[in-house]
């Protein structure tokens, strides 16, 4: 089990021991054409894994515009979990099937006109994707296909590396003021470590969206590259990250995050309740709903 994994599970850390085959040229198998490919499928999650490089391609399939329902956040976590546990797997690129979209953030109607019970296991859902994907010993890598806004932008964020096309109608953020809601503590937690403190407030407190060169300018993403070079260049990054010893690149990354990953697993319950007391609000609720009449209302 992944030594991040192992930080709030307390398992053993196969993953961290057996992560060093391989390790000076992970992708040598892709590169002289032995692939071995299996692909599975949930019902919102496809996914592609190399056996030869080590590479799964994890692609978000709930259109029209990736959404993260409750369904949708449950596979996401089986699938990363699975793959976390597979030893012919040591990177994931995550990336969307849907075109122009890379994910619409949360599922809004999981927010609205639900029961506490609803909200409180929507939110545990979110939690645990967050604790999976930032706390995930692989390489991860965002290939991030189209807009990205809050808790899409989330995933992206916790990824160690994120490429995104150059197009300028995408763009990516912390939007959750604009909708009237809050971004929560390890949301803000996560931004800080990429932005720093300054930039995250000011991200935040606007609900600032940020076009493809803003957002390469701020750091937000690394690497902005032509629409149709983000998965032949999330591959090529993908091999350069495998290549370092994994053991020391694992507890590197577990230094860097386990302080954030930490806070969250000593208050999830707390967080919780916070999320549902503050989501059930008439005046949260009207918010939201206006949100969504106005996003109906840009069509018509
Ligand atoms: C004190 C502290 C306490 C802490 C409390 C915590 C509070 C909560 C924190 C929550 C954290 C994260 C929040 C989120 O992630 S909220 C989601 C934010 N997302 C957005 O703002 C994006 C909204 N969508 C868009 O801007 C656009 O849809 C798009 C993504 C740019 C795509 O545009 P498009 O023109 O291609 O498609 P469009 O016609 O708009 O949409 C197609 C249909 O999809 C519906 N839809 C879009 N986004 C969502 C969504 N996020 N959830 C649900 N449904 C969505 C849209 O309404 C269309 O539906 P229909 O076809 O009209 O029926």
Same mark, same amino acid.
């Given at each position: 089990m992944a030594a991040l994994t192992l930080l709030r599970?307390? *398992?053993?850390p196969a993953r961290l021991l057996s992560g060093t085959l391989n390790a000076r040229n992970p992708c040598i198998g892709a590169t002289q054409g032995c692939h071995l490919r299996r692909h599975f499928s949930n019902n919102k999650i496809l996914v592609e894994l190399d056996e030869a490089s080590g590479v799964a391609i994890m692609k978000l399939n709930n259109p029209p515009v990736n959404s993260l329902s409750l369904e949708l956040l449950t596979e996401f976590c089986i699938t990363i979990e699975k793959l976390e546990m597979? =030893? *012919?797997? =040591?990177g994931v690129i995550l990336t969307s099937a849907a075109p122009k979209i890379f994910s619409a953030g949360l599922d809004i109607t999981e927010m609205c006109g639900k029961s506490a019970e609803h909200y409180a296991a929507f939110w545990r859902a979110v939690q645990e994707l967050w604790l999976t994907l930032y706390g995930s010993n692989m390489v991860t890598i965002a290939a991030i296909n189209g807009t990205s806004p809050a808790a899409g932008c989330l995933m992206a964020m916790c990824c160690d590396f994120r490429i995104m096309a150059d197009n300028p109608k995408y763009t990516i953020g912390l939007n959750e003021t604009q909708l009237g809601i809050v971004a929560p503590f390890w949301f803000k937690d996560t931004m800080t470590n990429i932005l720093g403190h300054r930039l995250t407030e000011q991200s935040l407190q606007l609900g600032q969206m940020y076009t493809t060169p803003e957002a390469l300018k701020i750091g937000l993403v690394d690497q902005l590259v032509p629409e149709d070079k983000v998965q032949s260049t999330a591959a090529a990054v993908i091999c350069n990250w495998l290549a370092v010893p994994a053991h020391a690149r694992q507890i590197t990354k577990s230094m860097m995050r386990k302080q954030n990953i930490e806070r969250l697993v000593n208050h999830r319950e707390a967080d919780i309740d916070n999320f549902v007391n503050f989501i059930g609000k008439d005046s949260i609720q009207k918010s939201l709903q206006v949100y969504m009449d106005r996003l109906k209302q840009r069509k018509q």
């Open positions: 599970r307390g *398992s053993a597979d =030893r *012919s797997c =040591r």
